[in-house]
C-alpha cells in the first residue's frame, strides 16, 4: 500500500490545473476529468513517466460521469493504495446579473456542474472504495460566495451552499463507519482565475460589488492559481482533515 489514488475535476485550467500538476508523482495515481484535455499536464505526465488519465468529458453529465467513474474504481487493485481522495474542484460560470437575467440552460448547467455532479460523484467513490483499507477522503472546493448571499451570483452561491451542507451531513454519515471517509468542503480564498476575469467584466449595473472585484485585482490581493492550490493541498494533508465539514483555507 505505496500508492495514493486521486480523483480531480475542472483540472484543464485555472487552480484546477494547478492541483492536478502538483499531485503528478511516481506514487500517485491522478484521474483528471474535465471538458478539454490539458495538454501541457499530459507532456509532463508522459515525461516523468508519471499516472494521469483524463477523461474529456462534461459534468453536466453527471449520472454518466459518476458510473464511469465507479466502473474504473471498481477495477483498481485496492492493495496497492495507502490513500484514496475525490477532489470535486469544476463549477460553471453563468451571466452575472438577476436571476431573471439568466437564461435556463445555463442555470441548469450552473446547479448540475456545481452540485449535481460532486453529489453523483462523491456516492459512486464512497460505494466504490467502501472495503477498501486505505484512508478515503472527499475535498470538496467550495467558496466564501455558499457562506454569504451576494447581489447577481444567485446560482453559483446556490450550488456552493448546496455544496457545504451536503458535505455536512455526509461528514455525519461517514463518521458512523468503522472506516468511514473524510469529508470537507473548503473555501480557497479569492484566486486570480477566469472566474475573477468574468466578474470583472459584468455590467455594473447588474452587478452591485463589480468594482470590489476590480479592487481585489487592483490592489494585488488575489491569490495565483499555483499557490491556492497548494494551500489546498496542504490542508488535504492534515492530520486533523476532516474534524470540520465545512473549512475555510484563510482560517489556517
Request: with cysteine; hydrophobic share 45%.
Amino acid at each position: 500500500m505505496s500508492k495514493h489514488l486521486y480523483i480531480l475535476t475542472g483540472a484543464s485550467r485555472g487552480m484546477g490545473a494547478a492541483m492536478a500538476e502538483q499531485l503528478l508523482g511516481a506514487d500517485n495515481v491522478l484521474l483528471c476529468i474535465s471538458r478539454h484535455v490539458n495538454e501541457a499536464l499530459a507532456a509532463k505526465a508522459k515525461s516523468g513517466d508519471m499516472r494521469c488519465d483524463q477523461w474529456p468529458l462534461d459534468l453536466a453529465q453527471g449520472g454518466v460521469v459518476s458510473a464511469r467513474v465507479q466502473e474504473w474504481l471498481g477495477g483498481m487493485d485496492t492493495s496497492r493504495f495507502a490513500s484514496a481522495t475525490l477532489i470535486n474542484n469544476a463549477a460553471a460560470l453563468t451571466h452575472i446579473g438577476p436571476l431573471e437575467d439568466c437564461n435556463d440552460a445555463e442555470l441548469a448547467s450552473a446547479v448540475r456542474v456545481g452540485l449535481e455532479a460532486p453529489l453523483l460523484l462523491t456516492a459512486a467513490f464512497l460505494r466504490a472504495t467502501k472495503d477498501w483499507a486505505g484512508q478515503r477522503s472527499v475535498l470538496n472546493i467550495s467558496s466564501g460566495l455558499g457562506r454569504r448571499a451576494m447581489a447577481a451570483q444567485a446560482p453559483y452561491c446556490a450550488a456552493k451552499a448546496g455544496m457545504d451542507h451536503f458535505s455536512r451531513c455526509v461528514a455525519l454519515d461517514e463518521a458512523q463507519k468503522t472506516n468511514g471517509a473524510k469529508i470537507v468542503s473548503l473555501a480557497p480564498g479569492v484566486i486570480d482565475t477566469d472566474m475573477q476575469v468574468h466578474l470583472r467584466a459584468a455590467d455594473p449595473a447588474g452587478f452591485p460589488d463589480r468594482a470590489n472585484f476590480v479592487g481585489l485585482k487592483d490592489k494585488g490581493q488575489l491569490t495565483s492559481a499555483s499557490e491556492a492550490a497548494a494551500k489546498v493541498l496542504a490542508f488535504l494533508r492534515r492530520a486533523d482533515f476532516g474534524s470540520t465539514a465545512v473549512a475555510d483555507v484563510r482560517d489556517i
